[in-house]
Structures are given as structure tokens and as C-alpha cells.
């Protein structure tokens, strides 16, 4: 069987060998090979699987790997899993699926939700940060190692006055 690509004539073993060079022993992406042949991505891929060739999976970013154990203790610690998903490289659904897989229960979006009752000593020292010392929500968010809304949300519960967007107050 004969195969023309780009004006250039291969017959099917010779095609073969040419493409399992470039793209699995050199490690070359699709449009690499296809900048080299002449031809697009598509066609590349076309021409791996006429010669019964396996792509590589697509998607999957090199060093997106989900490091277990660390996931679980960052996860325990507080972080979110759209976090945890940004520092592995990875999508947060996949977060979440190694983290199940792990015997890890996975927290409702609105875990900080479940105190019902008002914390005096917590309430005392968000109006510290924010209207004594001056702070701002995301400072007070870093600082605590929570997210930002659930400050926002929590200053507004205890009745905390916030100040609009880029006005810091100077601390008293």
C-alpha cells in the first residue's frame, strides 16, 4: 500500500517507521511531527492510525500527577480542592476522585456553615483585625488560612460594617 503526504511518496512500512521514530521514540508532539512531514496535526493523527500507531493520552499536562498523601493533608489543613487542583496542575474533579479513592470525606462547599452558634473569641478577633488593626479581608483570609468569601461572610454575620473595595482604614 503506498501513502502519498505532501507530494512525497511512502509506501505503508516505510511510513510507519518514520512516524514511530518522530512521535514514540523521539517524544515529538502531533504538530511537531506535522510541522516536519509538511502536513497538519489532524493528519498526523490520521496517519498514526492508519499504521496502527496509539496516540498518546490527550489532556493530560506532563508533572499533572495528584500527590496522595500530600493532597490529604493540605485538604485537612483547609485547602479547597479548586487549591489543591491549581498546585497539582490538575483539574479539581481529579482532586476530588484521588482524594475519595483515598477514604478522604470530601467537605461540603459550605463546611464553615455548620457553626450555627456565634463564636464571641472568633467575633472578637475578626473586628480586631479589621477595624483595630486595619486589615483586609484578603490579609485576613491569608492570615487565618481560609478563604476570602467566608471572612466577607463571616464579618457580615457578626454584624461587622465592611468598608467598600480599596478604602483601608488606618489602624487605631
Same mark, same amino acid.
Given at each position: 500500500?503506498?501513502?502519498?503526504?505532501?507530494?512525497?511518496?511512502?509506501?505503508?512500512?516505510?511510513?510507519?517507521?518514520?512516524?514511530?521514530?518522530?512521535?514514540?521514540?523521539?517524544?515529538?508532539?502531533?504538530?511537531?511531527?506535522?510541522?516536519?512531514? &509538511? #502536513?497538519?496535526?489532524? *493528519? !498526523?493523527?490520521?496517519? $498514526?492510525?492508519?499504521? /496502527?500507531? @496509539?496516540? +498518546? %493520552? =490527550?489532556?493530560?499536562?506532563?508533572?499533572?500527577?495528584?500527590?496522595?498523601?500530600?493532597?490529604?493533608?493540605?485538604?485537612?489543613?483547609?485547602?479547597?480542592?479548586?487549591?489543591?487542583?491549581?498546585?497539582? &496542575? #490538575?483539574?479539581?474533579? *481529579? !482532586?476530588?476522585?484521588? $482524594?475519595?479513592?483515598? /477514604?478522604? @470525606?470530601? +467537605? %461540603? =462547599?459550605?463546611?464553615?456553615?455548620?457553626?450555627?452558634?456565634?463564636?464571641?473569641?472568633?467575633?472578637?478577633?475578626?473586628?480586631?483585625?479589621?477595624?483595630?488593626?486595619?486589615?483586609?479581608?484578603?490579609?485576613?483570609?491569608?492570615?487565618?488560612?481560609?478563604?476570602?468569601?467566608?471572612?466577607?461572610?463571616?464579618?457580615?454575620?457578626?454584624?461587622?460594617?465592611?468598608?467598600?473595595?480599596?478604602?483601608?482604614?488606618?489602624?487605631?
Amino acid at each position: 500500500m503506498v501513502i502519498k503526504v505532501k507530494g512525497k511518496v511512502y509506501d505503508k512500512g516505510e511510513l510507519r517507521r518514520l512516524l514511530y521514530k518522530l512521535y514514540v521514540l523521539e517524544g515529538k508532539t502531533l504538530y511537531e511531527v506535522g510541522k516536519e512531514l &509538511g #502536513v497538519s496535526h489532524a *493528519t !498526523v493523527l490520521f496517519l $498514526l492510525r492508519k499504521c /496502527g500507531i @496509539k496516540s +498518546r %493520552n =490527550r489532556g493530560r499536562r506532563p508533572g499533572g500527577t495528584v500527590n496522595v498523601e500530600v493532597a490529604k493533608k493540605l485538604y485537612e489543613q483547609g485547602w479547597s480542592l479548586e487549591k489543591l487542583a491549581r498546585f497539582f &496542575g #490538575v483539574v479539581p474533579e *481529579t !482532586v476530588r476522585r484521588y $482524594l475519595l479513592r483515598a /477514604g478522604v @470525606k470530601i +467537605r %461540603n =462547599r459550605t463546611w464553615w456553615r455548620k457553626k450555627r452558634f456565634i463564636d464571641e473569641e472568633e467575633k472578637r478577633l475578626l473586628r480586631d483585625l479589621y477595624i483595630k488593626q486595619g486589615k483586609s479581608i484578603r490579609e485576613i483570609a491569608k492570615e487565618l488560612a481560609i478563604p476570602y468569601s467566608v471572612v466577607r461572610l463571616m464579618l457580615r454575620m457578626y454584624g461587622v460594617p465592611l468598608r467598600r473595595r480599596g478604602r483601608r482604614r488606618k489602624a487605631m
